[in-house]
């Protein structure tokens, strides 16, 4: 699979060659306003494929179905469709419309997708999802600001489960899942609860565009080198800001700030254990006051499992290892072990 590929003649993303690689499970990271949300739309929509359009909260859901900021507008304008969303509960269908004599918008067709947040989900079980073969689950990863949602990684595999059922066992396609982000940051419980993470890390790295594991079940695609996000170079906004702050970095650039910061190996017999909270492990140095987070376990300390009520047990016994954290005291194995860490202690 070539990277060239990706991008159609217009420098978007190419969504039938993507989608033509006929691999469930797509992660797509690039700068912001390329294509990424809009292209995914309009291939299902074109291809008559009944969606899931997904976001993590219910702001943000009640935000982009308002007829104002609706996230069908540039496609109705570029594409000539007519597509609003319409409440169902805490969800929205998607559909096309027409203004009725009092110049109010209503249905006017069947619904060609849903709109829900991944928080109305973790409160649903058990409904019909017979007609979805894709959730296109938009800016996955969080922006700085937004605050984690309790057992996100669970609630998302669990909706996912929902919606996909016994598809696989009785000879059907399974559900396929579109993920897009911009390089807000890696602090994904998702794509880390999946192993991405240390696989964008490793790309990164190597300066790798493309990824498929060995079963081809899933494709990662950097865009980082995007025809619009060279054109956007020019624009105003982005020949104003710093180029080296972390705002043109993720518009633009599409670097995740987090694979420039220095992570190493350390010779565990220099350490002794403090605590395991979860997945890490954290040592102290024998000799100097700093400490070391890592994957691997060695010797007898206290153990949290990953639970909600240990975790909390965990961040209240060791406050200390926070602070440590801020006074940048704290050597990571890898960028995948910090996220994991600042998921834990709510950094």
Partial sequence: MEIKKCFDSNGFPDYDYIMGQNIPFIVITGGRGI???????????KNKQYFMYLRRTQVQVDTIASDEFNVFRSINVKKGTNIYCFKKGQNYICA??????????????????????LATLSNKRGFSADNITTIIFDEVIPEKHERPIKGEDEVFQNAYETINRNRELEGETPVRCIMTTNSNGVNSKILNTFGIVPI???????????????????????MEDSPISERKKTTLLYSLVDKSSEFYKMAISNSFSEFEQKTKSEDLRQYKPVVTVGKITIYKHKSQNTYYCTYHRSGTCDYYPDTEMEIKKAQRRYNFIKTAYFENKIIFESISCKVDFELYYNI
């Fill in 96 to 117: 096309p419309a027409i203004y009725d004599d009092k110049g109010k918008l209503k249905q006017n067709g069947e619904s060609i997708g849903i709109v829900s947040s």
């Fill in 35 to 45: 294509g990424k949300t809009f292209g995914a739309l309009y291939w299902h929509i």
């Fill in 200 to 222: 964008l890390e490793r790309m990164h790295k190597q300066g790798k565009r493309i990824y498929i594991n060995a079963n081809r079940t899933l494709l990662i695609i950097n």
